[in-house]
Nanobody, 116 residues
Framework: EVQLVESGGGLVQPGGSLRLSCAAS????????MSWVRQAPGKGPEWVSA????????YYADSVKGRFTISRDNAKNTLYLQMNSLKPEDTAVYYC?????????WGQGTQVTVSS
C-alpha cells in the first residue's frame, strides 16, 4: 500500500521558515518523480515544486522560486520542502504527491499558516 505522510507544518510569522517532510512507503520511492502541491482555502490545488527521481533536477512555481527548496533522500525514502521568507499567501495545506505534473498518489497534507 502506498503511503505518503507529511509533517512539519505549523503557524509561522511572515518572513519565517519551515521545513516540511514527506515519509514514503509501499513503493520504490527512488524510482518516482515527486511533487509538492498546496491548496489554500476556497481554491484549487496549486503545484509548488517538483524533483526528479534521482534528485538532480528541480522545478519551482514562479510564486515560490528563490524562497523554497525541494530535496529528497532516497536512502531514507523522504521528500523535503524548505520554505524560507514565508508570506501570508503561502498559507495552505501542503501535500506531497508522486509525479511531476500529474499526481497519482497523495499524502494527507500538513497545514501551513503564515500570520502575525
Amino acid at each position: 500500500e502506498v503511503q505518503l505522510v507529511e509533517s512539519g507544518g505549523g503557524l509561522v510569522q511572515p518572513g519565517g521558515s519551515l521545513r516540511l517532510s514527506c515519509a514514503a512507503s509501499g513503493f520504490t520511492f527512488g524510482s518516482y518523480d515527486m511533487s509538492w502541491v498546496r491548496q489554500a482555502p476556497g481554491k484549487g490545488p496549486e503545484w509548488v515544486s517538483a524533483i526528479n527521481s534521482g534528485g538532480g533536477s528541480t522545478y519551482y512555481a514562479d510564486s515560490v522560486k528563490g524562497r523554497f527548496t525541494i530535496s529528497r533522500d532516497n536512502a531514507k525514502n523522504t521528500l523535503y520542502l524548505q520554505m524560507n521568507s514565508l508570506k501570508p499567501e503561502d498559507t495552505a495545506v501542503y501535500y506531497c504527491a508522486t509525479g511531476l505534473r500529474s499526481w497519482e498518489y497523495w499524502g494527507q497534507g500538513t497545514q501551513v499558516t503564515v500570520s502575525s
